[in-house]
């Protein structure tokens, strides 16, 4: 947490009670309380209040990206989309249009692994590519609550590098499950690891996202992020994801997909 977060709310307090005991709220007052506002609505969105998608136009942004799905499985999608209301990632540059990708059973908060459809499923090179490098070892997490794993959000990811030069991480494996490294070419549809939940996550899911920059060169956040879109799957090219509270309960309402293409190679040449 920043501390111009910090320092915001306590500036609107001090300003409050100054204003209130003199009666008086002069335009310095004023002009303070405005830019204590600004600092404060970034830190807002963490609590998800006053969120905005973050201003990159998905018509002018490229390249894109157009891959198959990274599971055989039928998923469903918990965040995805173009608006804050279906993919709360689009307030972030970095992963602007990225998606996270479960399988039922989920979203019911259990703390066991197992209980999560995705758990340990395998996750596929969703486009054929070099990897550019992997991430393995990091911990399963216990799921239920966000893990708060600011120090290693990814978890275990691969990243793969594409024709256009940009990046495309898949996060949130299992430890262990990672089975490619720097410089493997792998075959779309290719395993290439295991659905987990490391990293900084609520539940088993896939987690995956198109960039710009080399992840190794920026942090998360830092790069920008570009649009990505599936193929080979029975659902529209960019499915959305979200969710209902429904008498107490959370209830997904994302996409159903399920990739039709053809059966993933058994071996990378």
């Known amino acids: 947490m ?4 910090l320092l915001a709310p306590l500036s609107l307090l001090v300003l409050f009670v ?3 005991r003199n009666r008086r709220f002069s335009r310095p007052m004023q002009a303070t309380s405005a830019l204590a506002v600004l600092v404060l609505w970034p830190g807002l969105w963490s609590f998800g209040i006053l969120t905005i998608a973050f201003p990159y136009d998905l018509e002018s942004s490229s390249p ?10 039928t998923l469903r999608v918990g965040w995805g989309g173009d608006e804050v209301s279906t993919n709360y990632h689009a307030m972030t540059p970095d992963q602007r249009w990225a998606y996270d990708l479960l399988v039922e059973p ?3 908060g259990s703390e066991v692994l197992e209980d999560y459809g995705c758990y340990n499923t395998p996750v596929v090179a969703p486009v054929s590519a070099r990897v550019h490098y992997a991430v393995d070892g990091a911990p399963d997490h216990v799921p239920g609550e966000v893990s708060m794993d600011y120090k290693n959000p990814a978890g275990n990811h691969v990243v793969l590098q594409l024709e256009t030069g ?3 991480l898949i996060a949130h494996l299992k430890p262990g499950s990672v089975l490619v490294s720097a410089g493997d070419e792998v075959l779309e549809g290719e395993t290439i ?8 996550t609520s539940e088993p899911h896939i987690h995956i996202h198109h960039q710009r920059q080399d992840p190794k060169d920026r942090s998360l956040i830092f790069p ?3 649009p990505l879109y599936f193929r080979d799957h029975d659902g529209e090219a960019m499915p959305k994801g979200g969710f209902e509270i429904r008498d107490g309960e959370t209830a997904l309402t994302g996409a159903i997909v399920r990739h039709i293409g053809a059966d993933p190679p058994t071996s990378s040449p």
């Open 2 to 5: 920043s501390a111009g977060f």
């Open 193 to 200: 690891g295991a659905c987990g939940n490391s990293g900084n």
């Open 166 to 168: 940009t990046y495309l």
């Open 64 to 73: 894109s990206a157009t891959v198959r799905m990274p599971s055989n499985e």
């Open 106 to 108: 989920a979203g019911h």
């Open 18 to 20: 100054h204003a209130v």
């Open 224 to 226: 920008e992020g570009l």
